[in-house]
């Protein structure tokens, strides 16, 4: 099936700091991935629609200036948290579109194992 | 707009017995698909099971088999023979399908089930 990794899985940052994650396709060519964020015993919250070599879509409430998308390439999207603050701890978890031959009703979206994010 | 309702916080399965998860859909799109992923606690999303509106048969992948109601707009995990490995979060979801292909490929979740499975 499809992989996609993210790096880190686990990171500790002081107050103020950015951070960066990434979200790689390991064996497919991913136009479009998406940035999810999670609290605890809650379910997902989209934050962004990243489409490779174009500007992301924010959801509505998803500042675009504090939480940074770049989609390079077809295999790699990241996720910079600028100036983050104890508020922002939380996990994020991004996913991969995976387009098959069946067509759109065989599509589906394969998640990365997550970063978890504790601003201090 | 789509929405997601799993009304179950929390179930409790005895091991080798079968178990439903709940979930049910509200949507204007005539053309839809219904997911469902698995979340152990190390928190990566494990997908299982995908039904597309337009199925006529329920799908089935190994344990897990998907009812599908459409009339009643319920999309209903069932887990046979469950096993310890099985307690994680399950969470619903959906997106549409249009014909054209354009659309935004997002996925709305449901609020997700515990599912717990008991030695």
């Known amino acids: 099936g499809a992989v996609v990794s993210q790096h880190p899985s686990w990171v500790i940052c002081k107050s103020g700091t950015s951070v960066k994650i990434e979200c790689r396709s390991l064996d497919f060519q991913a136009t479009t991935m998406f940035w999810y964020r999670q609290f605890p015993k809650q379910s997902l919250m989209l934050m962004a629609t990243?489409?490779?070599?174009?500007?992301?879509?924010?959801e509505q409430g998803v500042e675009k200036d504090k939480f940074l998308i770049n989609h390079a390439s077809l295999t790699l999207s990241t996720l910079t948290v600028t100036s983050a603050h104890p508020e922002d701890s939380s996990f994020y978890i991004c996913s991969a579109r995976v387009a098959v031959a069946g067509g759109l009703s065989q599509e589906t979206q394969y998640f990365g194992p997550g970063t978890r994010l504790l601003v201090l | 707009a789509q929405k997601i309702t799993q009304t179950q916080p929390g179930m409790f399965v005895q091991e080798k017995e079968a178990v439903t998860l709940d979930c049910t859909y509200d949507?204007?799109?005539?053309?839809?698909?219904l997911f469902w992923y698995k979340q152990p606690s190390s928190g990566e999303m494990i997908f299982l099971i995908y039904?597309?509106?337009?199925?006529?048969q329920n799908a089935t992948e190994g344990r897990y088999s998907l009812n599908f109601q459409k009339a009643r707009k319920s999309a209903n995990l069932v887990i046979s023979a469950s096993q310890l490995g099985d307690s994680a979060m399950y969470f619903c979801?959906?997106?549409?399908?249009?014909?054209?292909?354009?659309?935004?490929?997002?996925?709305?979740f449901g609020k997700g089930t515990k599912l717990s499975v008991i030695p």
């Open positions: 979801a959906m997106r549409d399908l249009p014909y054209s292909g354009a659309g935004s490929y997002q996925l709305t």
């Open positions: 949507t204007s799109d005539q053309s839809y698909g």
């Open positions: 990243s489409n490779e070599g174009s500007k992301a879509t924010y």
């Open positions: 039904q597309g509106s337009y199925d006529e």
